[in-house]
């Protein structure tokens, strides 16, 4: 999460675009909530401005000059893996950098296509 | 004496929100920000700041336990920026020792306060029924906890306050037991389940507050002054953390990695320290629980190390058949001194049960373990004795049920005795008797090193009364390595350098455990990246002036540096060097107070 906001170079975690949080207390562990690269994204399908592009690759790009903020995005992600910017009010989305998995010192995350 | 005129002030970052001090006051139900950057353009944040809140907010001679003692939380400028800056300071009158409550905790709670846009919490008053507050971005709302207040489990409360709270994942959930509610002096406040402000008593504030939890979170940004410095001396960081051997141990065996060395030092405390080793002990050391127990590794906030270590205990239902209830136990060294060795508890099934009672009703592991181990003591020396209807539970050595039911009535404080108990060991045994045996320093029950004199010197000396001040434990381990002479002056002045330097860390606030990678040098870097230009010269006059402010707390509030009480027993168990001198223990405390500086920056 520090990597991603890192990458907008930023401190702390206001512009991370991958949330990681316990499974209900700390005692039943964690999960990762991050882009999945859809193929057919559900929140590009409901964004009203066309502001997310469709990525090859899969996942989506944020036209942020056509975004107007309204959040369907963060409601149609079956995987709540839209997260949000409250400084620009706009969703946070992932480019698939692999900073995060470059981070993350016991290979919990990786990059790959597929799965 | 150590003297200077001021210290620099200096310019933060445009925007950066750590100036920011929320005050809420319960009694009036109101909150309000204030900036304060003339606090932390002269004292960082964490400790430094902490102190002069405290200071400010703390009138002179007030109960501890009345709505006018005041709790501050305290981060600082590297939470949020640099890794294992993840812990956050609070501060308080001590309900225990009756003057400074320092406790430090990590979980997420650093994390999410800095990143709630702010840099310190004030509370002040009392509420007249139960209530949590919940914190988002600077707002805080005040919640009816009234159900919460009395739940057996401080799990049972975690959970429910996790399901009606948003933002899961940037959040630090702060909680009391059934310990704070009633007040027991050593009561801690719990976070993320597994982390505690444990020493001094916070809990117990807590309870006079009618305050049940603390939620806050926030998804602030924090600028820096120079990124692309930033980013490379993060990865500099980042990368000595992940490659450290001793943050290696820290993360295979967690802080339990201690017992097994200790024990043949013979600097382990067994028995209320009528032994300096335990027989069995490779049943309850790290190694042992890793192997057989160990569930999952966590770690707190921003954090690479994991070094919080969790037993998964799997334990068979008595009428059910192929049934079994598991439970996640956190365990660290302290933990398993005193409620394992100290006791002779050397199952380590009753082990983890007996810390798990402790965690459910929140109490701090080290206090209560001493609190027993005197018990257990003075039941045998039958200064007390099991009363007819049971309630002196008839403690004995090893006797892990009968521990569990007493954390019960330390709880309950069911008659006089156990009353005298949740007060803690000092006031107990002033009261029946045994203060030879009764292992308190300045009024705080004794951490886990019986390694040689400096440890002791430490316990006495340290602003806090804690192993953590000044680290006298790792000293001793270091003469002993070195085959040096100590003496009184040598130790104190040791002792005090390493006491001011962490008044640093803890301003920032980075863990202990990443001392030897936060350097003075490191640190005037990182510094440098979120706006605090500071020679080192500039860094060890604020660390003499935080260490200068904190006995001026100490002081105003009654505590006496020659008053302070040896435990006799400290003296008659062999340390690694043998039997302590009593004299050398009294040079050395004196030493150690002549060179504290007086503070020469009060308004």
């Known amino acids: 999460m520090f990597a991603c906001s890192r990458r907008f ?104 296509k597929g799965g | 004496m150590v003297c200077w005129n001021s210290l620099k002030v200096v310019e933060l970052v445009e925007g950066d929100p750590i100036k920011n001090v929320l005050y809420v006051d319960l009694t009036r139900r109101r909150y309000w920000i204030e900036e304060r950057n003339d606090l932390f353009q002269k004292y960082i944040g964490g400790s430094g700041v902490a102190i002069k809140l405290l200071l400010e907010e703390c009138r002179r001679g007030v ?26 300071v609070a501060m308080f009158k001590s309900p225990l020792t009756g003057n400074l409550g320092e406790s430090h905790a990590g979980g997420r709670s650093g994390i999410a306060l800095r990143s709630a846009g702010l840099g310190a919490l004030v509370i002040r008053g009392a ?82 507050k009618k305050l049940k939890a603390l939620a806050i979170a926030g998804t602030n940004n924090i600028k820096v002054k120079d990124i692309k410095a930033y980013k490379e001396l993060y990865q500099e960081i980042f990368k000595s953390e992940i490659t450290a051997p001793a943050l290696k141990k820290y993360h295979d065996i967690g802080t339990p990695m201690n017992v097994m060395p200790l024990n043949k030092l013979q600097a382990l405390p067994a028995y209320n320290l009528k032994s300096a080793s335990l027989d069995g ?97 003075a039941v045998e020396k039958s200064v007390v004795s099991s009363g007819p209807d049971g309630t002196i539970v008839n403690l004995r050595w090893g006797d892990y049920n009968a521990y569990i039911k007493a954390v019960e009535y330390i709880v309950e404080q069911p008659n006089e005795f156990y009353k005298a108990l949740a007060h803690g060991v000092e006031y107990a045994a002033t009261k029946y008797g045994g203060l030879e045996y009764a292992l308190t320093f300045g009024g705080n029950e004794m951490p886990g090193y019986h390694t040689g004199p400096a440890a002791h010197i430490g316990y006495l000396t340290g602003a806090r009364h804690s192993h953590l001040d000044s680290a006298g434990y790792s000293l001793d381990q270091k003469i002993l390595a070195s085959k040096g002479e100590p003496t009184p002056t ?78 006799k027993r400290i003296l008659e168990t062999p340390t690694p060097f043998g039997r302590l001198d009593e004299a050398f223990i009294r040079d050395a405390v004196k030493e150690y107070f002549a060179r504290l500086p007086r503070s020469t920056n009060q308004p």
Not at chain 2, 64 to 79: D, K, R, T
Request: one cysteine or more.
């Open chain 2, 127 to 208: 509420s007249d029924t139960p209530i949590y507050l919940s914190i988002y971005d600077g707002k805080a709302s005040f919640r009816d906890a009234r159900v919460l207040w009395g739940m057996r489990s401080s799990y049972t409360v975690g959970r429910v306050i996790r399901e009606r709270e948003p933002k899961a994942g940037l959040r630090t959930i702060m909680r009391i037991g059934r310990a704070g509610e009633r007040m027991v002096r050593y009561a801690c406040v719990i976070t993320e389940t597994y982390r505690h402000f444990g020493r001094l008593g916070l809990g117990a504030v807590f309870g006079s």
């Open chain 2, 281 to 377: 002990a490779e049943q309850i050391s790290g190694e042992n629980l890793a192997r057989n127990y160990l569930g999952r590794r966590v770690a707190c906030g921003h954090c690479p190390v994991s070094c919080i270590h969790l037993a998964a205990l799997r334990e068979p239902y008595e009428k059910e058949p192929y049934f079994y209830k598991t439970t996640m136990i956190s365990y660290d060294y302290e933990p398993i001194y005193a409620l394992g060795s100290m006791l002779g508890i050397t199952s380590p099934e009753g082990l983890l049960k007996l810390i798990d009672e402790v965690e459910v009703a929140g109490l701090d592991a080290m206090s209560c373990g001493v609190a027993l181990a005197w018990a257990t003591e």
């Open chain 2, 490 to 567: 040598s130790v104190a002045n040791t002792l005090f350098e390493e006491e001011a330097w962490r008044q640093i860390l803890s301003s920032l606030v980075v863990c202990f455990f990443a001392r030897e990678i936060y350097k003075p040098e490191v640190v005037q870097k990182a510094l440098k990246v979120v706006g605090w230009d500071l020679s080192l010269e500039d860094m060890k006059k604020i660390g003499y002036e935080i260490l200068a402010l904190k006995h001026e707390f100490k002081r105003r509030e009654g505590f006496k540096a020659d008053a302070l009480r040896i435990p």
């Open chain 1, 9 to 112: 170079g930023s401190a702390g975690l206001g512009k991370t675009a991958i949330l990681i949080r316990s499974a209900g207390g700390i005692e039943r562990g964690f999960v990762v909530q991050v882009c999945r690269a859809c193929e057919d994204p559900p929140c590009a399908a409901v964004c009203p401005t066309d502001a997310l592009k469709l990525r090859s690759g899969g996942g989506v790009l944020l036209e942020a000059a056509r975004c107007i903020g309204c959040r369907l995005c963060v409601d149609a992600c079956t995987v709540d893996a839209v997260l949000w910017d409250d400084e620009s009010d706009k969703p946070m989305i992932c480019v698939h950098c692999g900073l995060c998995v470059q981070a993350c010192p016991y290979g919990v995350l990786e990059l790959s």
């Open chain 2, 63 to 88: 109960d501890p336990l009345s709505p006018e003692n005041p709790i501050v939380f305290a981060v600082g400028p590297l939470n949020c920026v640099f890794p294992m800056a993840s812990k956050t």
